[in-house]
């Protein structure tokens, strides 16, 4: 019996040691972390010349230095500054525990199996919510901010079906087309993962905030590698593109102009081994440029959300083309003003002479069938078919 409770004891004294031995560990890459000029690469550099975290904290700044890891001196008086705010930084990490946002190491368990196959994977993210599931298909869409109205209802449609399919969808959580996406998937799924270019508690843009609050509070999930309050700098979205293909299996392109941030995101898809599924765009609109010439250098041709079905080798089922809509889930009179509504923008009186309704129903009408996806108001008084 004795023996018994030793072995018990030496057990659990093991997995003590080990959870001091990770927070300590953990600890030390949050303040490298925090340190300007920091990033990815150059920390990975760091546990590879170390060995770990806790260590290459523990040492002075000259030994960086003198190890080439510190090229340049302003990246010396930056190490000595995280030192001298040791203490305020360590207050924000506790704070940050308790607030449910979780830091994820690369050798935690629980790190993305999609992100450790990158060559420059995070060696720490911060994750709001969850992250995506390993075992489950994940399709990244990403698009034009100064998108069109066609655009953002592609995306918010494509995304809305594959949602609805079981496909996790993920994006940058950017204005335009990342943000319909998100939506979409949300309103199908109530899922949708968010890869930030600024810190995990700032909500950029501002526009998003109704997104970015239900994805971090569990609703999929929001993840950055960004120290927590960090604003969002424009390189912190060419490193936060890597991230969005890296947890994509395919990447979709809705609208993308000829010099577009995209092609970053494409690039690093690529180079992952990735997919690419560009939607057409006119040849004389200046956001099908992008797309167009991505399909020239070999993209797949994005039609339908059936094309992404197949990839992932699923049924296609009841899967609605463009422009269709599911009526059994309207009334009579509700099927009625759908079928006096087209894609040009109609005043709301005419569609009440249209239908023969009083002007007071038609807009209950209108507002019903806009809350469900079926109309959307441009502009006014003006309504017209969601795509």
């Known amino acids: 019996m004795t023996d018994c409770l030793e072995v018990a004891f030496t057990m659990s004294d093991q997995e003590l040691l080990r959870e001091m031995q990770d927070e300590r560990e953990r600890r030390a890459l949050f303040l490298l972390n925090h340190m300007t000029g920091m990033l990815s690469d150059k920390l990975l550099k760091i546990y590879e010349y170390f060995g770990s975290f806790e260590e290459a904290y523990s040492r002075d700044a000259d030994v960086y230095f003198d190890a080439g890891l510190f090229q340049k001196a302003q990246l010396r008086e930056n190490y000595r500054k995280i030192r001298e705010n040791e203490g305020r930084l360590l207050k924000e990490y506790e704070q940050l525990k308790s607030s449910g946002i979780r830091m994820i190491m690369l050798t935690d368990e629980d790190y993305p199996e999609r992100l450790r196959q990158i060559a420059d994977r995070p060696p720490l993210i911060y994750v709001g919510g969850k992250l995506p599931d390993e075992n489950r298909p994940t399709a990244g869409i990403i698009g034009s901010r100064k998108c069109s109205e066609y655009g953002k209802s592609v995306a918010e449609f494509f995304a809305g079906e594959l949602a609805a399919r079981g496909i996790q969808i993920v994006s940058g959580l950017a204005y335009g087309i990342d943000a319909a996406a998100a939506a979409g998937s949300l309103n199908a799924a109530s899922e949708s993962y968010g890869v930030l270019g600024c810190g995990i508690n700032i909500c950029y843009p501002r526009e998003n905030w109704p997104l970015y609050h239900r994805m971090k509070l569990g609703e999929g999930g929001v993840i950055s590698e960004f120290p927590p309050d960090d604003d969002a700098f424009g390189f912190h979205f060419i490193l936060r593109n890597r991230l969005i293909a890296g947890l994509s299996d395919v990447l979709m392109v809705i609208e993308a102009g000829e010099k577009s941030g995209t092609a970053t995101t494409v690039g690093y898809a690529l180079d992952q081994g990735k997919e690419v599924y560009a939607l057409p765009?006119?040849?004389?609109?200046?956001?099908?440029?992008?797309?167009?010439?991505?399909?020239?250098?070999?993209?797949?041709?994005?039609?339908?959300?059936?094309?992404?079905?197949?990839?992932?080798?699923?049924?296609?089922?009841?899967?609605?083309?463009?422009?269709?809509?599911?009526?059994?889930?309207?009334?009579?009179?509700?099927?009625?003003?759908?079928?006096?509504?087209?894609?040009?923008?109609?005043?709301?009186e005419s569609l009440a002479v249209k239908c023969g309704f009083p002007l007071g129903e038609t807009l209950s009408l209108l507002a019903g069938l806009e809350a469900k996806g079926y109309a959307v108001s441009p502009r006014g008084a003006y309504y017209r078919r969601c795509i």
């Open 281 to 348: 765009g006119r040849i004389t609109d200046p956001l099908g440029f992008g797309c167009n010439r991505m399909l020239k250098e070999g993209a797949n041709v994005l039609t339908s959300p059936s094309d992404i079905l197949e990839y992932f080798g699923m049924e296609e089922g009841s899967v609605l083309k463009m422009g269709e809509k599911d009526l059994g889930k309207l009334n009579l009179h509700e099927r009625k003003l759908y079928g006096a509504l087209s894609q040009k923008s109609q005043h709301v």
